[in-house]
């Protein structure tokens, strides 16, 4: 089984740290609606005949933008081409400002039995120096609406990282994000990306990123909190309830088929990756020529290998040794045994029989723990 992410490229406003593709001009909605739908069509057969979905994901941008009639014609569209049978998991995500009674009501009518909203800090400066369409108050309220309206399966992102003269901050979002009792946090450090507001400013010393000790030491009282109540991390970023992982972003760790429809989505079929155009006027215009507007990329061995290294090892289940043995005659351990061996004696890394885990130190190195078994 298989899932769906529909990218979604329209925000109110631009946060000052955010580098996805999305368009605060809403004048294509319409129109990029009618081309999802059409996609969603012509795509139909790309995860197999017939494609069977356990999970469906709108993501963005920010999703919550689409009026009940828009988020209608998509679910109807996907229930038209796809098998819906084993369909389990209906994520949208949205931004607190967007949530009221009615609204939330009419995502409960039209099938999202998930919401992840990105609340990202329960302080009003912080979220106006980040550009936020919300503020404090909104993010609190936001969450219990969802909560009375019937949907529990809530999940809510948190950034850490952002400068500041202590840690105060940190400690009150994570009291307050624990007092909401949500089944599902996922947390990011406050990355500073070139092309961005806040990319721009840092080049111009009008903005001074937080250094990585006083990040690393976030991250770590991070993972204090979230086990001290019951959250398993069961991803770098992702925290969860016992059995209330994200079934979607769980499936791309775990390197499960998935289709991408919109601009700029990526997809994915085991043997090649598919690229969507991060353009909204020219997705729009070649979808209705009947063009799919996408770029293919052949996976060799060594990009497959790769690639499950780096998604596996950020899970708590770890990497596979003697599956990637089996599937790809590489023989990872026998290839990398003095690197292993000295990750190993650093405290980044253990076993547990084939199975290659990060350890609560080697979750600060995740990427340079992947990077130094790369196949070159």
């Given at each position: 089984m298989s899932g769906i992410y529909i990218h979604i490229p329209f925000c109110k406003q631009a946060c000052y740290y955010c580098?996805?593709?999305?368009?605060?001009?809403?004048?294509?909605?319409?129109?990029?609606?009618?081309?999802?739908?059409?996609?969603?069509?012509?795509?139909?057969?790309?995860l197999g005949n017939p494609s069977q979905l356990k999970t469906l994901y709108f993501g963005g941008g920010t999703p919550s933008l689409l009026s009940k009639e828009e988020l209608q014609q998509i679910m109807e569209a996907v229930e038209q081409y796809y098998d819906c049978s084993m369909l389990e998991e209906i994520t949208l995500e949205a931004n607190p400002d967007d949530l009221n009674a009615s609204k939330l009501q009419d995502l409960a009518e039209v099938g999202i039995n998930r919401l992840s909203i990105g609340i990202q800090s329960f302080h009003d400066p912080f979220l106006k120096m980040m550009h936020r369409a919300h503020n404090a108050q909104e993010a609190d309220t936001c969450v219990k609406l969802a909560q009375d309206a019937g949907i529990e399966n809530i999940s809510i992102d948190l950034i850490y990282g952002i400068p500041a003269d202590t840690h105060q901050y940190w400690e009150e979002d994570l009291q307050k994000a624990m007092a909401l009792k949500v089944p599902h946090i996922s947390s990011y450090c406050l990355t500073i990306e070139e092309k961005t507001v806040l990319g721009n400013w840092t080049k111009k010393g009008r903005f001074k990123p937080a250094e990585d000790e006083f990040s690393a030491t976030q991250f770590e009282r991070l993972l204090e909190v979230m086990k001290e109540n019951g959250y398993e991390h069961y991803e770098i970023s992702n925290f969860a309830q016992p059995g209330m992982y994200s079934k979607h972003n769980t499936a791309y760790w775990q390197q499960k088929k998935y289709l991408g429809i919109g601009p700029a989505a990526h997809s994915y079929n085991g043997q090649s990756r598919q690229y969507n155009i991060a353009n909204n006027s020219k997705y729009t215009q070649q979808i209705h020529q009947?063009?799919?507007?996408?770029?293919?990329?052949?996976l060799t061995v060594k990009d497959q290998v790769n690639?499950?290294?780096?998604?596996?090892?950020?899970?708590?289940?770890?990497?596979?040794?003697?599956?990637?043995?089996?599937?790809?005659?590489?023989?990872?351990?026998?290839?990398?045994?003095?690197?292993?061996?000295?990750?190993?004696?650093?405290g980044w890394i253990r076993w547990k029989g084939s199975l290659l885990q990060l350890t609560e130190n080697g979750k600060l190195m995740a990427d340079m723990v992947s990077e130094n078994l790369f196949l070159l």
């Open positions: 580098d996805f593709h999305f368009s605060t001009n809403l004048k294509l909605k319409t129109d990029l609606v009618q081309a999802i739908v059409k996609e969603l069509e012509m795509q139909q057969y790309y009947g063009i799919i507007p996408a770029e293919r990329e052949q690639e499950y290294l780096l998604t596996t090892l950020r899970t708590m289940w770890g990497s596979d040794m003697a599956y990637i043995k089996n599937t790809y005659q590489v023989d990872i351990p026998k290839q990398f045994q003095a690197v292993l061996k000295d990750m190993e004696q650093k």
